[in-house]
Each structure stands twice: as C-alpha cells, then as structure tokens.
C-alpha cells in the first residue's frame, strides 16, 4: 500500500516568488493536513482539509492557501515567499476529520523548501 | 494555551542504557496523545498512542508510554535502548472536540545512542 505521497521532495525559490506543494493521501483518507518543520523545531499545524472543505487552520498569514480536490488530494500554495518560510513542509492524511475520536495521521516525508 | 513541552532538547545515552523522555502537555479538554520518531532522512512515523482505557500503552520496538492525567504527562520508556533508536522523538497531543483539528507536537528530542 503506498503511503501519502508528496512532491517534490526538495525546491529551491527565491524570495517573493511562489510555490505549490502536492500531497496525495492514503487511499481512502479523506482528511489531509498540512505542517511546517522549521529546523529543530516540531511540526507546526497550518491547515486541515476534510471533505474538500478547510476545517482548521493554524497562525500563519494569509500567504499560505491550501486547496483539496475531488479525489482527496491536496496542494499548498504558498505566495510572496519569504526567508523564513525555508522549512520541512510534512503532509499528514487521515480517515477522519476534525473531532473524529480515535484517529490518528500518517505523515508523508515531507518536501524540503529553500528560499533563497 | 494548548501547548507541548519535552523537558530534555538532546540525550545522550550508552547501549542497553535505560530511556526516559518527559512530555507534559496543556490542553483544555479529553485528549488524544502520541508519540512519533523521525529517523534520520525518513518520515515521521507513529511510535504509540494512547486514545482511553489504560494509560499505559506499548509501542512499536519496544517502546512504552504511562499517561498521568493528574500531571499532564505522558512520558516515553524504553528499558534498553539501542543504537537503531538513534532518532527525534516527538510528544504530541490532538483534542477529541469537534474543533479540534490540529496536532500539537512538541519541540522534539533529539537521542544519541553510543555504540
């Protein structure tokens, strides 16, 4: 069984441009999260999709978007790209969304974003 | 605030040496918590998790982990480490209310096992 995929693993951009992560989950989770790593820190929570529709979203600025589609994949799209948004960007799926008991999330390795 | 704090950043321990990592969480409300690893160049992945019922739960490789409601802890153990658990290692904890989306991990600990 393939685990939640995303791509790509490594982007170098320069500051102010823009950026789309993709991830695509384990077959039949409906719930994608999305997290950013900065180095030495844990995960911090940026969005959650469930359903195609956003169901939580962390304490970063609106430059961050994230989207859902149809068949449960998900794009994080990033704008205006700043130095310090170089992170580890770990996508998480799950089978159930927010406030679902008993679940838990299974990460992706994650892509690896320089800005430059 | 919801947050999660591990006491130690970087532990250093010998083969066969005994682990323990401290977590304490705060959170408002009933909790699910985890544990995950991060070896080096992989993924994250689930070492246990405690959702109800006994409080303390077993892992993979050998790991285990003892939820203290009273203290807000759910430290992590293992009796005999090896040096293939050279890794991070993350406390987490997600709430079980109908907003609660979000993991929150801890800073992470960093273990080095010496051969």
């Known amino acids: 069984d393939a685990g939640v995929t995303q791509s790509p693993t490594h982007l170098i951009k320069t500051r102010g441009q823009h950026v789309t992560l993709r991830c695509s989950p384990i077959s039949g989770h409906k719930s994608v999260s999305w997290y950013q790593q900065v180095l030495g820190q844990g995960p911090q929570f940026i969005f959650q999709?469930?359903?195609?529709?956003?169901?939580g979203r962390g304490n970063f600025p609106d430059r961050f978007s994230a989207r859902q589609f149809p068949n449960y994949s998900s794009e994080l799209n990033v704008n205006a790209l700043l130095l310090g948004d170089s992170a580890l960007y770990l996508c998480a799926s799950s089978l159930a969304g927010a406030g679902g008991v008993n679940t838990e999330a299974f990460f992706g390795q994650g892509t690896r974003l320089t800005v430059v | 605030a919801q947050s999660v704090s591990q006491h130690n950043h970087h532990v250093i321990l010998s083969e066969a040496a005994s682990l323990e990592l401290g977590c304490n969480y705060s959170y408002g409300g009933t909790v699910n918590l985890f544990w995950y690893v991060q070896y080096p160049g992989q993924h994250l992945q689930l070492l246990l998790k405690?959702?109800?019922?006994?409080?303390l739960v077993k892992g993979i490789k050998g790991f285990e982990a003892e939820f203290i409601k009273s203290k807000f802890s759910f430290n992590l153990r293992k009796p005999s480490v090896q040096w293939s658990d050279t890794a991070e290692y993350f406390c987490a904890v997600k709430g079980r209310g109908s907003s609660a989306s979000k993991i929150i991990f801890g800073s992470g600990t960093r273990l080095s096992i010496r051969p």
């Open positions: 999709y469930y359903e195609k529709e956003e169901r």
């Open positions: 405690y959702f109800s019922g006994d409080p």
